[in-house]
């Protein structure tokens, strides 16, 4: 997981702090508005989260802890074979094996004269 450095994400809350408080204080005035939207949607673009609260808790959480923390928390605890994240599978014996890749098959057909041909090429 990519994380962006800490000072950007403390200029970033700052930015959507300030513009929360003017846009608070004036609630009609659309410039205010859209520049807080904005600061809301860059956050949740910086912290992966989907909507702007969840951003700022998750910006002022990983400003107060340390990275590994952080991302446990994100994460979950380690998961620890490679069996259980997913890149290799099992195999009957239950050890780990690599996973082959997968066979496409030929686009087109062949006609009764046992020629291939593929429509349109």
Do not use: I
């Not at 659309?30 to 808790?57: H, I, N, P, Q, W």
């Not at 994240?85 to 997968?102: C, D, F, I, S, Y």
């Amino acid at each position: 997981m990519l994380l962006p450095a800490k000072n950007e994400v403390a200029r970033h809350l700052r930015r959507y702090r300030t513009w929360e408080r003017v846009m608070l204080a004036s609630p009609t005035d659309r410039a205010a508005r859209d520049s807080f939207e904005d600061s809301g949607y860059t956050l949740c673009v910086l912290m992966g989260k989907r909507c702007a609260r969840e951003a700022v808790t998750a910006a002022e959480r990983y400003l107060q802890t340390s990275l590994p923390a952080y991302l446990q928390e994100q994460t979950g605890p380690p998961s620890g074979p490679l069996e259980q994240t997913g890149h290799l599978g099992q195999g009957q014996n239950g050890k780990a094996r690599k996973e082959q890749p997968r066979r496409t098959r030929a686009v087109g057909r062949e006609t009764p004269s046992g020629r291939r041909f593929t429509a349109g090429r």
